[in-house]
T-cell receptor, first 111, second 113 residues
């Protein structure tokens, strides 16, 4: 059973479009991270959210942690080909516990 | 600061063999975690080592084992390889025990024939 469910699994859009990726769970997390992984590489940490309702922005990327700390979303504005990759959410049920990863959303942005 | 390094990057083995993968964490990081990534299951946690002690362990059979050395470098070993062990094995380091902000290496691609 996957603790974190990500949707959609695959997303193919054109440059300039906006998109939102979701990460949902029935469990509460002490923190949640978003990573991006490119082919042949390991995941790279984008952001960590800790407080329910927290919103963080990283240039054109906006991350939100749900009020109940059970879900999160990643919104990309005006997507660019460089945004192409596998977006993974990961959460820790308690601080110091092992991370649980979602299966990821594979994003393809075409020029 | 150099990132996490993993060797080898690619490995081909046959069923029944054993394999050892190596990971060097970021300098100063004492926590090393190992993950298996497959298209079907995604990223799954194998184990975490901190100061040469295993802190956490995922739900994998005993054929998967690991260790950490005094310089924080870590190795993982898989014995009696099965076809289903074909995967990308990722190592991640963190500055604290159970640190949730993990820095990943490029991975070792293991193919079992």
């Amino acid at each position: 059973t996957q603790l974190l469910e990500q949707s959609p699994q695959f997303l193919s859009i054109q440059e300039g479009e906006n998109l939102t990726v979701y990460c949902n769970s029935s469990s509460v997390f002490s923190s949640l991270q978003w990573y991006r992984q490119e082919p042949g590489e390991g995941p790279v940490l984008l952001v960590t959210v800790v407080t329910g309702g927290e919103v963080k922005k990283l240039k054109r990327l906006t991350f939100q942690f749900g009020d109940a700390r059970k879900d999160s979303s990643l919104h990309i504005t005006a997507a660019q080909p460089g945004d192409t990759g596998l977006y993974l959410c990961a959460g820790a049920r308690h601080s110091g516990y092992a991370l649980n990863f979602g299966k990821g959303t594979s994003l393809l942005v075409t020029p | 600061k150099a990132g996490v390094t993993q060797t080898p990057r690619y490995l081909i083995k046959t069923r029944g063999q054993q394999v050892t993968l190596s990971c060097s964490p970021i300098s100063g990081h004492r926590s090393v975690s190992w993950y298996q990534q497959t298209p079907g299951q995604g990223l799954q946690f194998l184990f975490e080592y901190f100061s040469e002690t295993q802190r956490n362990k995922g739900n994998f059979p005993g054929r998967f084992s690991g260790r950490q050395f005094s310089n924080s470098r870590s190795e993982m070993n898989v014995s009696t390889l099965e076809l289903g062990d074909s995967a990308l094995y990722l190592c991640a380091s963190s500055s604290t025990a159970g640190g949730n902000e993990q820095f990943f290496g490029p991975g070792t691609r293991l193919t079992v024939l």
